[in-house]
């Protein structure tokens, strides 16, 4: 089963921030959050990873509530190429087991 | 690099036929999954390899469906016979357990069973 909650579709305006929410009440401490996006017909695609501290890469920031149960992905300037779904995902870093669940759809409007 | 190389990229077959689908990890990477995508059910986990061996095959939906691993460039999943229900598009994808590695996806195989 997904451990994680989101939303079934956003809208952003192109050359805006895209925060996408995730929620995950029930991470246990070994857990880190992944963040994976499928573009259609293509395989999904990692962007970035965390365990409680923020983190930022070339392609978004992932910002982790203290607590821990909750997390928001940042595209800090959403062009139309990022349509796509997004996946949150926790999961034991060690076993590399990935479990998807339905993901955010995020469009991304000229 | 590459990247992870599957093969075919389309699939048309028969009911009853036997089909098989072909992966190639990236190079150095030791641990290998397979993955099934369809409309209804999303992105399933059917197995995963460490360094060759099947360590977890608890998503493979039937017996009907086979995976193997004889090196450590190659792996194959087999369904025979196949059904219209497998039809799916099967993803197949690699890293480098033990290190910070994410999984890296190939572009997948979209089988059509008739």
């Known amino acids: 089963d997904a451990k994680t909650t989101q939303p079934t579709s956003m809208d952003c305006a192109e050359g805006r921030a895209a925060n996408l929410p995730c929620n995950h009440s029930?991470?246990?401490?070994?857990?880190?959050v992944y963040w994976y996006r499928q573009i259609h017909s293509q395989g999904p695609q990692y962007i970035i990873h965390?365990?409680?501290n923020n983190e930022t890469n070339e392609m978004a920031s992932l910002i982790i509530t203290e607590d821990r149960k909750s997390s928001t992905l940042i595209l800090p300037h959403a062009t139309l190429r990022d349509t796509a779904v997004y996946y949150c995902?926790?999961?034991?870093?060690?076993?590399?087991?990935?479990?998807f669940g339905t993901g955010t759809l995020l469009a991304v409007q000229p | 690099d590459a990247g992870v190389i599957q093969s075919p990229r389309h699939e048309v077959t028969e009911m009853g036929q036997e089909v098989t689908l072909r992966c190639k990890p990236i190079?150095?990477?030791?641990?290998l999954f397979w993955y099934r995508q369809t409309m209804m059910r999303g992105l399933e986990l059917l197995i995963y390899?460490?360094?060759?061996?099947?360590?977890?095959d608890s998503g493979m939906p039937e017996d009907r469906f086979s995976a193997k691993m004889p090196n450590a460039s190659f792996s194959t999943l087999k369904i025979q016979p196949s059904e219209p229900r497998d039809s799916a598009v099967y993803f197949c994808?690699?890293?480098?357990?033990?290190?910070?590695?994410?999984?890296?996806f190939g572009n997948g195989t979209r089988l059509t069973v008739t």
């Open positions: 190079s150095g990477h030791n641990s």
């Open positions: 994808a690699s890293t480098q357990q033990g290190m910070d590695s994410p999984l890296h």
């Open positions: 965390g365990l409680k």
């Open positions: 995902i926790v999961m034991v870093r060690a076993t590399n087991k990935l479990i």
């Open positions: 029930t991470i246990s401490g070994n857990e880190y």
């Open positions: 390899f460490n360094n060759n061996v099947p360590i977890d």
